[in-house]
């Protein structure tokens, strides 16, 4: 079992920047890669950023591409993400959580996740 906890969310006025935190307890995230997900009010879960299990490579949402930086500490088995530039859209729950397979490359894909975070408030206001 693997339990995701997030930290670090919070309120912000636009243009400004959140890092929030993944940590991982019960098994290593390292041989893992790791996503980002949000939720807005009303709105369907969508794909933010993911990382290799390595750190070497990442992807993100077109949404925040150039603002959110994805990274993580696999000594310390912890995810991060960077939130520049902050605007009132970006604004939703965000989770963590855990690829499926071993070893497998990243996702876009909620389903191909299997261990999820419980979820941390970002709000950002105008």
């Known amino acids: 079992q693997v339990q995701l906890v997030e930290s670090g969310g919070g309120s912000v006025q636009a243009g400004g920047s959140l890092r929030v935190s993944c940590a991982a307890s019960?098994?290593?995230?390292?041989?893992?890669?790791m996503g980002w997900f949000r939720q807005a009010p009303g709105k369907e879960r969508e794909f933010a950023a993911a990382?290799?299990?390595?750190?070497?490579?990442?992807n993100y949402a077109d949404s925040v591409k150039g603002r959110f930086t994805i990274s993580r500490d696999n000594a310390e088995n912890t995810l991060y993400l960077q939130m520049n530039s902050l605007k009132p859209e970006d604004t939703a729950v965000y989770c963590c959580a855990r690829r499926r397979v071993l070893l497998s490359p990243m996702s876009d894909k909620g389903v191909d996740y299997d261990y999820w975070g419980q979820g941390i408030q970002v709000t950002v206001s105008s």
């Open positions: 990382i290799s299990w390595s750190g070497a490579n990442t």
């Open positions: 019960g098994r290593t995230i390292s041989s893992y890669a």
